[in-house]
């Protein structure tokens, strides 16, 4: 029985066709969104970023609606505008960053929409279930090796969202694009050439940026939580002496705490819960410069630790 149709195996005028009415809707695992847009030019981009994507069915539930609209100013530019749900969250930026504005704006409304999760700012990566959070604040390099993580063999989680289940303790994967800035572009694209990826996008707030898609294994298993083993802190230098160095559970309670988005409005659920998580991970501070460093430390806590009982696929 063949299954629905993924974004890049529609035909370039049937997209452009379903993403002006009804949108289309794409499962990222802990929550949905449906795009809607009349501008032709955003199905090139949902193609490179979403390409292996299942397009959910027309009725499915959506957590979020982003639509893309087109303006002009009075000296006759184009700018993009995101709309989501009714409400606006960004400036509208120049056409030509559209896809940084989609992805920016759907990360905005999933960071303070989804109280169901306690939300870390986090990478995630797994080894069959059993996952490795990367919590970090912007900077240090977390969405670079995250990239590099998938890229080595690891299962993309998430990139930006580490979504704790309150009450199992798991987290469940939120694929979305990784978003890679500056220097870091030029690292990956060299180390791994030909990713999927969207454009890349120069004069950002962020500098310049590029997103690389999540690769089909991810896809796939974007419906698996997987079971916290490890946090690791990471911060890349070009001069840092490779180094894994444990730290205490109570310290990084307090970092994590101050890297959720959610952790104070949940109230005493979201203190459970990272009370749990902290117990249940062995905490570190890694420090890197090459990939091939990272690899072998996070590879060798993988081997040291015995497998977990694999996890259910959640069911939505």
Known sequence: MRGPPTVAGMAPEELRARLRDPGVAIDLGACAARFRTVYPGFASAMRALYGAFPIEPDESFADAT???EVQRT????????????GESPFDPMPLPMHPALVEWGLNWTIAYRSHAWLMLHAGVVARGDRALLMP??????????TAALMCHGYRLISDEFCAIDP???????LLRPVCLKNESIDRIAERWPGLASGPRIAGTRKGT????????????ARKRPARPEFVVFPRYGAAE?????PIASTRAFVKLSGNSFNYALLGETGFLALTNLV????????RYSRFEDAFDLIDALFAETEVAAPIEPARR
Do not use: F, W
């Open 66 to 68: 982003v639509s893309l």
């Open 74 to 85: 009075v000296v006759g530019s184009r700018l993009a505008r995101l709309i989501v749900d």
């Open 136 to 145: 970090a604040y912007s900077g240090v390099g977390k969405s670079t090796l």
């Open 167 to 173: 009450h199992e303790g798991t987290v469940m994967p």
């Open 209 to 220: 940026v590029l997103h690389v898609a999540p690769n089909a294994m991810s896809i796939a």
């Open 241 to 245: 002496a490779p180094a894994l160095e």
């Open 279 to 286: 117990a249940q991970c062995r905490s570190y501070q890694l």
